[in-house]
């Protein structure tokens, strides 16, 4: 069974610094992997996925992901941050259950706050 | 750019009632999804939906539940008998690929 890990379920950091936000998996078969970032009151909007091919994924605002299969990890980062940036991040692990059904499996998710 | 949509955006009701949770996926699509997150809690998959069946359902998806398209557009979630435990937000979403595209939620809260 899939699961995922995510360390930290808060992440402070200061505007301009280094935003890393920490995922780690667990997975039968080569996973695919996603960031999804959730503001206030709103959906989930996806950041970017790995899905086998390039193991550095960049995706929108700035972020990028490393797929490290040795360390079954996924961590999340951003050269710097902005304060547009704070909101909850989920990374979530699919294995395809049969065709193109892509069950996602949630972590706990992680608050990003931005201070000025 | 094609979006799941959902509606109501907000449903409150009393325990024991019944509620039906609308989607309309992306056209051409053909899985669909329910997910829910209860506040402060991580997202939970619930059900997959395929060929006008269930693919897959989480131990979550029990007898109250239920899902259902309709039509050519919609995808509802219907739970039969709320309980004070289901208020919860309750996500959409629909595939591309691997890909899944997400609604922007109903928060259902039962009194």
């Known amino acids: 069974a899939q699961s995922v890990t995510q360390l930290g379920s808060h992440v402070s950091v200061s505007e301009g610094a280094l935003v890393l936000l920490r995922c780690n998996y667990s997975?039968?078969?080569?996973?695919?992997l996603f960031w999804y970032v959730q503001y206030p009151n709103q959906g989930l909007q996806l950041l970017l996925k790995?899905?086998?091919?390039?193991?550095l994924v960049k995706g929108i605002n700035g972020f990028e992901a490393e797929f490290k299969k040795s360390e079954t990890s996924f961590h999340l980062t951003k050269p710097s941050a902005h304060m547009s940036d704070a909101a909850e991040y989920f990374c979530?692990?699919?294995?395809?259950?049969?065709?193109?059904?892509?069950?996602?499996?949630f972590g706990k998710g992680t608050l990003l706050t931005v201070n000025p | 750019e094609p979006e799941v949509t959902q509606t109501p955006s907000h449903q409150v009701t009393q325990m024991g009632q019944e509620v039906i949770l609308r989607c309309v996926p992306i056209?051409?699509?053909?899985?669909f999804y329910w997910y829910r997150q209860i506040l402060g809690q991580k997202v939970e998959f619930l059900v997959s939906?395929?060929?006008?069946?269930?693919?897959?359902k989480s131990e979550i998806f029990d007898d109250q539940f239920s899902v259902e398209r309709p039509d050519g557009s919609n995808f509802t979630l219907k739970i039969r008998s709320t309980k004070l435990e289901d208020s919860a937000m309750y996500f959409c979403?629909?595939?591309?690929?691997?890909?899944?595209?997400f609604g922007p939620g109903t928060r259902l809260t039962v009194l």
């Open positions: 056209s051409n699509h053909l899985y």
């Open positions: 790995y899905t086998s091919a390039a193991t």
């Open positions: 997975s039968s078969v080569p996973p695919y």
């Open positions: 939906f395929y060929n006008n069946e269930i693919s897959e």
């Open positions: 979530a692990v699919s294995e395809s259950s049969g065709g193109s059904n892509y069950k996602l499996t």
């Open positions: 979403a629909s595939n591309s690929y691997n890909e899944q595209f």
